[in-house]
């Protein structure tokens, strides 16, 4: 383990457990999940207000699902996401994870700004650039989840679907509007 390493996940430790030397295997994955299902609070915040008023009125591609469909599906990939953030975090015999915590915040940061551009910004174009970056920022979090545990990173490949599925639905709002 490196340096970075240690403080990224010692951080959390000691925010968790103060001074103590192990955080608890329950604790760490609820932690893991509340912080993912905390994130998608975030992009609801930004996102209901928007809902029935701007979106509501811009045109979209036919395959759009209905609205009730997107908080279900996120909040199972935010638990999802959860879950493998857990088994990388736990995971004792994993060489370095701080490539795994990098990508995971940067593209967790990335995954709350795209409903700020969206909705509230009102800009699909803006939103559809970090769209892109996220999708990468994504399969690339996968792929290095999955150097620490092939599960962890087979749990993000929803989340890359789901993504993609967003990313073709923004980019037919810029078009058809």
């Keep these: 383990m490196t340096i970075a390493t240690i403080i990224v996940w010692r951080t959390i430790d000691i925010i968790i457990m103060g001074n103590k030397s192990r955080v608890s295997v329950s604790l760490k994955l609820a932690v893991s999940i509340i912080f993912c299902q905390a994130i998608g609070g975030i992009g609801a915040f930004f996102t209901i ?10 045109k ?55 409903p700020i551009l969206f909705f509230s910004f009102h800009s699909p174009l803006a939103a559809l650039i970090e769209i892109m970056a996220l999708w990468i920022m994504v399969i690339f979090n996968a792929f290095v989840f999955w150097k620490v545990s092939k599960t962890a990173g087979y749990l993000l490949i929803p989340y890359v679907v789901w993504i993609t599925f967003a990313g073709i639905i923004n980019a037919y709002v810029l078009v058809l509007n």
Aim: without cysteine; charged residues 10%.
């Design 49 to 58: 207000p928007a809902i029935d008023t701007w979106y509501k009125f811009l």
């Design 60 to 114: 979209k591609p036919m395959f759009t699902p209905p609205d009730w469909v997107f908080m279900p599906v996120w909040i199972f990939l935010f638990l999802l996401m959860g879950v493998a953030m857990f088994i990388v975090w736990a995971k004792p015999t994993a060489e370095d994870k701080t490539p795994a915590a990098v990508t995971f915040v940067i593209q967790a940061g990335l995954n709350s700004i795209w």
